[in-house]
């Protein structure tokens, strides 16, 4: 669906064309419309999950990809920075992407992990927290992942 003065990006993201402009450092919504409309349209996804070793590890950050296309596929996925847990990860969610065709691309897609704290009254009750991951897809370019941290019930804390 076109919507007057907006850029489609990924899947349902509606962008006003000039607030994308500067974004981007250009005063022209329309070279930031036809920069946009470059990007290939992800119309299928395995959602990402944050990886368990690095949640038990407490690691959370910033994970930069470099991604080629043939105009119809993913063709490479190179790592330009992040942990390397949290790299490979993303690096793995994005060969499932599934592309509608388009003309061949180069972009960059960051991949943000975050932990989020258990509640004091949580871990004084010795529960155990919800293992689900948060994610927000804004995609191509952007994807954020939040789970809850984990951490362990010693024995000084009362099970109940």
């Known amino acids: 669906m076109y919507i007057p003065g907006?850029?489609?990006i990924g899947r349902n993201n509606l962008v006003p064309s000039a607030l994308l402009g500067l974004a981007l450092g250009f005063s022209t919504p329309g070279i930031a419309q036809?920069?946009?409309?470059?990007?290939?349209?992800?119309?299928?996804?395995?959602?990402?999950?944050?990886?368990?070793?690095?949640?038990?590890?407490?690691?959370?950050?910033?994970?930069?990809?470099?991604?080629?296309?043939?105009?119809?596929?993913?063709?490479?996925?190179?790592?330009?920075?992040?942990?390397?847990?949290?790299?490979?990860?993303?690096?793995?969610?994005?060969t499932t992407w599934r592309l509608a065709p388009h003309t061949r691309a180069k972009f960059a897609v960051t991949f943000r992990y975050r932990l989020l704290p258990v509640p004091e009254e949580t871990k004084s009750k010795c529960r155990g927290t919800d293992e689900n991951s948060n994610v927000l897809l804004r995609l191509p370019t952007e994807v954020d992942v939040s789970a809850n941290e984990t951490w362990v019930c010693t024995s000084t804390t009362p099970a109940r």
Request: proline letters at 5%; zero cysteines; hydrophobic letters at 45%.
């Open 6 to 8: 907006t850029l489609s």
């Open 34 to 94: 036809q920069l946009a409309e470059l990007l290939p349209v992800v119309t299928a996804a395995s959602v990402p999950f944050y990886p368990a070793l690095a949640r038990q590890a407490h690691i959370e950050g910033k994970v930069r990809l470099e991604i080629s296309t043939d105009g119809e596929h993913i063709s490479n996925v190179s790592i330009v920075s992040g942990q390397i847990m949290l790299a490979q990860a993303a690096k793995e969610n994005v």
